[in-house]
């Protein structure tokens, strides 16, 4: 048997989100790299052109994640948190958010595509020219520094490798200078 059939069977031949019966296809939920039965769901167009075509989203179809973010099947929880993510400002689907629990590495998964974070909460780093700095990244500090709360002075032109971000502010990240580590703000260092 193929997948189609497998995933007919398992949701006895309805949408596994909101239950039409109605122009039923497969939907691999990505990263595809799941694939087959536990990566995919049996999905009707309207669901699946939504979920694909953000702009097209009508938040009342949705409703139906009220049932089928319960369901079993790890890809369609993973579908109802991020479609429940995206419509979040709604109100109700924040309230269903808060009634789902999903293990760690469904969690994972369903975070994979970065649905449900908004780009005015993402926190991003930018050096002294506007380069997004990473963590891992290599920096040279463009000017003299004092260390708070020590008498070092980290000199301009010294090299701070393997820099980490500080997840709460975009300001900071940090790194060792001379065996130390210290905090350093981004508008002080250049990607190297
Ligand atoms: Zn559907």
């Known amino acids: 048997m193929g997948l189609l059939e497998d995933l007919q069977n398992r949701s006895g031949n309805t949408c596994e989100l909101c239950g039409s019966t109605e122009n039923l296809q497969v939907y691999e939920v990505p990263p595809v790299s799941t694939g087959g039965m536990d990566g995919s769901l049996l999905g009707c167009s309207l669901c699946i052109g939504q979920i694909e075509n953000p702009d097209t989203t009508d938040a009342n179809h949705w409703r139906c994640m009220n049932d089928s973010m319960w369901s079993e099947h790890d890809a369609v929880k993973v579908v109802a948190w991020r479609m429940l993510n995206r419509l979040k400002s709604e109100g109700w689907p924040q309230d269903l958010l808060d009634m789902m ?22 926190i991003i780093h930018r050096d002294v020219n506007g380069n997004i700095l990473e963590n891992g990244d290599s920096v040279v500090l463009v000017k003299d520094l004092k260390v ?14 393997r820099i980490s971000l500080d997840h709460e502010n975009a300001e900071y990240i940090e790194g060792k200078v001379d065996g130390q580590q210290i905090v350093i703000i981004t508008k002080y260092v250049k990607k190297i």
């Open 148 to 161: 708070k709360g020590s008498s070092m002075v980290a000199k301009q032109g010294t090299a701070v490798r």
């Open 101 to 122: 629990y999903l293990e760690d590495e469904t969690l994972e998964w369903a975070k994979a595509t970065g649905e449900g974070e908004e780009e005015s909460e993402k």
